[in-house]
């Protein structure tokens, strides 16, 4: 069951990460893993998503209803795929000085020990190269070229400590 939480300063406003977490139709250009994504349904408020995520042989398709709160807020649930269950929180909040700080934390347990064991193995890298997918993104589309802070924190069994990708 690992868990992760971090929290990363960012030279981008909290409307800017909320529009670019909310894009789950573009993940696929640039997170890794994401093979294909599809839009169920989209509101201002909601979304429901299928993702189909891909390591070497491996192939899933997740079905996750992403709760919208704009600017500040938005959270994600598992609701099929190989999972026990997934939680996901972002939060976006102003630092006083025109960007953010955005803070990530994933909760979540395979259904499989055999996917268990091998996400135990690579999480901590894994989720590592996703926050730094998002962070690269926000830089291409938001041409800043400021230089991010960054901090971190951890509970439960995973640590991470962020750094700046752009």
């Not at 909310?22 to 349904?41: C, K, Q, T």
């Not at 269950?85 to 700080?101: A, K, M, Q, V």
Request: glycine share 8%; with cysteine.
């Amino acid at each position: 069951m690992p868990r992760h939480t971090e929290t990363r300063r960012l030279p981008y406003t909290p409307e800017q990460m909320f529009d670019l977490v909310a894009d789950v139709g573009r993940y696929g250009e640039f997170l890794p893993w994401v093979a294909a994504v599809r839009i169920r349904s989209n509101s201002e408020t909601e979304m429901l998503a299928d993702l189909v995520v891909g390591f070497k042989a491996l192939r899933e398709k997740f079905t996750s209803r992403v709760e919208k709160q704009r600017p500040g807020h938005i959270h994600v649930d598992y609701i099929e795929g190989p999972l026990s269950y997934l939680h996901n929180d972002w939060t976006f909040r102003p630092d006083g000085e025109g960007g953010c700080f955005v803070d990530f934390a994933v909760d979540f347990a395979f259904r499989s020990r055999i996917f268990e064991a091998l996400a135990g193995q690579v999480f901590d890298r894994a989720l590592r190269r996703m926050t730094d997918a998002f962070e690269a993104r926000a830089a291409k589309l938001y041409s800043s070229t400021g230089g991010a802070t960054t901090s971190s924190s951890a509970d439960g069994s995973s640590s991470s400590s962020a750094h700046s990708a752009a």
